[in-house]
Nanobody, 127 residues
Framework: QVQLVASGGGMVQAGGSLRLSCAASGLTFSDYSMGWFRQSPGNEREFVAHIAWVDGNTYYADFVKGRFTVSRDNAKNTLFLQMNNLKPEDTAVYFC????????????????????WGQGTQVTVSA
């Protein structure tokens, strides 16, 4: 059974930083592309970042480019999201996600491509 457990959220002032972690179990982590989505009240879940399994290439939503960095530690089965220069509009619940199958190399910014979702961790950025 695949489990994704996100942590590291909290409250921070604008301009501050947070580092989210996602501990994965029940899958061969190194064989899975992984991602982050977020959802703020009244809005749809939206793509944030993705890291490919095969080469570690990363992809970002335009609104986080240059501020957020996604990375992974395959030895520890853990996904990370380093968030710098946070803005109030980054306030949301952040979810780590994985596709249904390993070796996935298709579209990375669509919710429908991900079968496994963590429970989410709340990030609140005050002005």
């Amino acid at each position: 059974q695949v489990q994704l457990v996100a942590s590291g959220g909290g409250m921070v002032q604008a301009g501050g930083s947070l580092r989210l972690s996602c501990a994965a179990s029940g899958l061969t982590f190194s064989d899975y592309s992984m991602g982050w989505f977020r959802q703020s009240p009244g809005n749809e879940r939206e793509f944030v970042a993705h890291i490919a399994w095969v080469d570690g290439n990363t992809y970002y939503a335009d609104f986080v480019k240059g501020r957020f960095t996604v990375s992974r530690d395959n030895a520890k089965n853990t996904l990370f999201l380093q968030m710098n220069n946070l803005k109030p509009e980054d306030t949301a619940v952040y979810f780590c996600v994985a596709p249904s199958s390993p070796y996935y190399s298709g579209y990375y910014d669509q919710k429908s491509q991900y079968a496994y979702w963590g429970q989410g961790t709340q990030v609140t950025v005050s002005a």
